[in-house]
Structure formats: structure tokens, C-alpha cells
């Protein structure tokens, strides 16, 4: 029994051994490595550079006073549609002191000066019409009773425009009122009623009364990097992208490039604007941060092949693709064209049936993880 025994147990250990020396033997040959195949297919290849930027309308008018004062009034709300010429706010003048001492003392002295004339003209008028003094004689003291009466009215005109901003001579034109220069619709109104407002001048830009745009001529403005601003030209189709709204495009021109750059971040960007193509039924805000795709070129229904199964010489100016011979590969020359960097155009070396080594397919095990 002990020998049976015995045997047993020698025979399990050199079926052990034998097991080990397979096991280590399997895991030290290695596998053929498999490849992905692919095939050339029709596609279109469009090469493109990406710009960021915003929307804004091309016509964006900053509306302020031309008289100094507190907001009496506001006729308009941000996102109200106005035209050329419609009130936005009137303005309380708050007039200047010294100002208003000199239009009233103008007015007082205005006064004088006409009553001095009118005792004169009283005066005269008898012996002019009994022929004692000459018509000449008489037609000076005329002269100068209209004239006072001309400074009267003038300097009562000037006093309230002082005090109120609108004058009798002026037929209803005042300053007091704020009007839109343009048609177009309010983007902010940064004022309240009761606010004061700075007119402007030589030496003041003066208060916002409201910020008016038309939204129906928008562009792109954004930034291009000097490595590719001097692919882009003047006229090339854009298409507009818009974070805040999924699954929308717009179509736009390129209008401008800038001809100078300016550092951002230490590198160096160009200013770049396109015409806006805003179809009906589409809503586009101010201010939106937008992309820019700019076609640099395109390629429509090419016989095309994926980038990634391309080999490259040395010098770069010479591509070979891995083509099917048999069970086996064979390196092949192959003339391409426009490339969008994941599939390149193919202009000769290979037809529409030609069967290419593709990428090193993963492990199951590698992509799935081990199985329990």
C-alpha cells in the first residue's frame, strides 16, 4: 500500500513538472500581433481652423445728454425695439448758479435798457410828427427801441434755457429730451430714474442714457493665432458656432483681418470679423461667445483613407500605406492630398477595393478587463 502510495505521489509531481514547463513554455512564445484592416471610402474632406470669439452687432451706439441734469423720466427697457428719432428719457435741468445769476442779471439789465428807449422814443415822437427834429433824427431812436426790445427777448430767451432747457424761439426743440440716433433695439438702459447724468463735451464723454444696436446686422469677432493667419484670406466661408445653443449653425463671411497682431497670453493673435448670415426664425443675443470655423479647403466625395494607417519618411514628403499581398504585408507608395487630420484625400496608389493595415487591434482582456 505504502509503494502504491509512493508512485502516486511521484507521478502527481512529475505531472506537475511537466504542466509548469508547458505553462512557462506557452507564456514566453509570442503571439502574431493582429491588425485592424480598413479599406478606402468616399468622403468629404474639409480642412479648417478654429477661431474663438463673440457675437457683437456691428452698430452698437452708446446714447448720452448734451445737457447736464437728473433723469425725470425713462420711456425704454432693455431688449424694447426703438426707431430713429424715439424718446428715451427727458432731463431735469439743474441749473448752474452762476449761470443762472448772469441770465437773470441779463434779463434786468435787458429791461432798463428798453424803458431808457421807450422814454426816449415817447419823448421824440411828438416833435418828430410837428416836424422839430428831422425823420433821420427820429428813425435813431426807432432803431434803438427794437433793438432793446430784440435784447428783452433774447435774454429772457436765455434764461430759460438756463432754468429749463427749452426756449420760446426754439418752436418745442429742447435738449432736455434724449432721443434714439438710430433704429435698432435698447441692449442696456445703466441708468434710473432720478439718476444724474453728465453731458458731453470737449472734455467728458458724458453719462449713458442706453446702449441701442441693430441686432439685424451682427458679426463674429474673434482671434486668430499668427501660425494660421496667413492661410486665411478675405471672403472665405465661416461657419458660426454657438456655445449657449446646441445643434445650430450660422452661416458668415470673413470681412477683415487684422493687419497687426497683438500679444495675448505670449502669443500672438490677429484680430478677425465675419459677416453674420442670420436666417429667419433664428435668435442671436450680443455678447454670446461663439467659434469660428473657417474652411481653408474642401473636398467633396474624394476616395479618402484614415490618416493614422499613413507612414511617413524621414523628410516627410514622401507617405506608404501597408497593402494586403497574400497572407503577408506589403510597404506601397501612395500620392494623397487635402487632409482635415483624421482622414486624409488619396490621389493615386491604392483603389477603392485595396484591403490596408489598419491599428493593433487591443486585447480583449486589455480593453475589458480581466474575467472573473
Known sequence: MKRILKYVILALLAFLFIWTLWFLYQK???KPADFQVVKPRTATIVKKTVANGTIEP?????????VSGVIRELFVVAGQKVQKGDQLATIQIVPDMLSLSQAESRVSSAAIALNNAQLNYDRNKPLADKGVIAASEMQTFDMALRNAKQEQDAAQ????????????????????????TITGMVLDVPIKVGSSVI????????TTIATVADMNDLIFKGNVDESEVGKVRIGMPVVITVGA??????????????????????????EIRAAVKVKEGQTLRAGYSANADIVLARRDSVRSIPESVIEFNEKGDSAFVQVKDGKAWKRTYVHTGLSDGVNIEVLGGVADTTTLKGALKIAEEEHHGPRM
Open 28 to 30: 514566453s512564445v509570442t
Open 58 to 66: 456691428r452698430q452698437e451706439i452708446d446714447i448720452k445728454p448734451v
Open 199 to 206: 453731458e458731453r463735451n470737449n472734455f467728458n464723454e458724458g
Open 245 to 270: 445653443i446646441d445643434s445650430a449653425t450660422w452661416d458668415a463671411n470673413l470681412e477683415y483681418i487684422a493687419p497687426k497682431g497683438v500679444e495675448t497670453n505670449g502669443a500672438i493673435q490677429f
Open 157 to 180: 430767451d436765455a434764461l430759460q434755457l438756463v432754468r429749463d432747457g427749452i426756449s420760446k424761439s426754439s418752436k418745442g426743440a429742447t435738449n432736455t429730451i434724449v432721443r434714439s
